[in-house]
């Protein structure tokens, strides 16, 4: 199965909670739920959809790349929201990353997320080659 390597993003519920930013084992790649919040616990584009996939998208990247993998290496993602009408801003954000990528996903929305300035959280999940 390889080794298990835990990637952290400093965050300090991840040692309350008991997560990691990503995980790798092998050749995969999780990446755990993100939400549009800066190193300094900050919302960022707080109200809009897009900004916030916007975001989300660039911090699982960089999640990605700490595990020794790149964006184009995503083969599914889950996207949860908690207002389905923002459908197209949040597909617009996630199109212009993986439009040549084309990976599974799925989105849906949920009652609510941790904090009410969440307007949605991203998985992704990634195989490399080894």
């Known amino acids: 199965m390889g080794n298990r390597v835990n990637i952290s993003s400093g965050v300090r519920w991840e040692s309350i909670v008991g997560y990691s930013r990503a995980v790798r084992i092998g050749n995969q790649v999780l990446v755990t739920g993100t939400v549009a919040v800066d190193e300094n616990g900050k919302v960022v584009g707080e ?8 975001f989300i998208l660039k911090r699982i990247e960089w999640a990605l790349g700490k595990a020794g993998a790149k964006i ?10 908690t207002d389905i009408s923002q459908w197209e801003k949040i597909g617009k954000a996630h199109g212009e990353v993986f439009k040549e990528i ?3 996903t799925t989105m849906v929305e949920v009652r609510a997320l941790i904090s009410p300035e969440y307007l949605l959280e991203i998985e992704a999940d990634a195989i490399v080659d080894e």
């Open 102 to 104: 084309l990976p599974c």
């Open 72 to 81: 184009s290496d995503v083969v599914r993602t889950r996207i949860f929201t």
């Open 47 to 54: 109200n809009d959809a897009y900004k916030q996939a916007q």
